[in-house]
């Protein structure tokens, strides 16, 4: 008899009912994949808009301007970088300085680029537009890949139980058919 279409409700002896349970777990772990996938889209998309407001935010609060590197201290090498003391002047006419991390081929004197606030403080560098599309697609690509390991381990767990069922309904089943066997030998 061919293959019928269905949900595995017609009485074929060789289909069990774990066989029946088994695919519905794999299709219960499809259909979880499926369903986070828009989850994972419409979480990227919030997390999209919140950090670049933030990025926004920073870019128009953060200015670049250059300093002048006055003083170098070889001590406080880091792995290829050392700390440096550096100047720079803020379009407020004055004279600022902080420390910051320059290269080894670096000489007292170079101009680097420093990244400044408002009010011409130090202050790290604005989160990129780069940054915030990766780390949103990081997020999206995590959730999904979350729901891909949730979904297969829970198959393979529902696989593990039924297996061990059919091995212990099997051998129920040999044993029955055994002592059928040695009895009518018997008599």
Request: proline content about 4%; some cysteine.
């Amino acid at each position: 008899m061919a293959a019928r279409p269905g949900l595995g409700r017609e009485r074929n002896p060789l289909r069990r009912r774990s066989d029946r349970i088994q695919g519905y777990c794999a299709l219960g772990a499809v259909f979880l994949v499926l369903a986070v996938l828009p989850v994972a889209v419409i979480i990227g998309l919030q997390t999209w808009h919140h950090y670049s407001a933030i990025s926004d935010q920073e870019l128009a609060s953060s200015h670049l301007v250059t300093a002048t590197v006055v003083a170098a201290d070889p001590e406080t090498r880091l792995a290829r970088n050392y700390l440096a003391e550096v100047s720079w002047t803020y379009p407020d006419r004055v004279e600022h300085s902080g420390h910051l991390a320059i290269t080894q081929t670096t000489q007292v004197g170079d101009r680097v680029p420093v990244w400044v606030n408002d009010s011409g403080s130090m202050t790290s560098a604005p989160t990129t537009r780069l940054s915030v599309w990766l780390d949103t697609l990081g997020l999206g690509l995590g959730l999904t890949f979350a729901a891909v390991l949730v979904g297969l381990a829970g198959y393979r767990a529902s696989r593990f139980v039924l297996n061990r069922r059919r091995t212990h309904d099997l051998e129920v089943e040999w044993r029955r058919f055994n002592e059928s066997r040695s009895q009518g030998y018997l008599n």
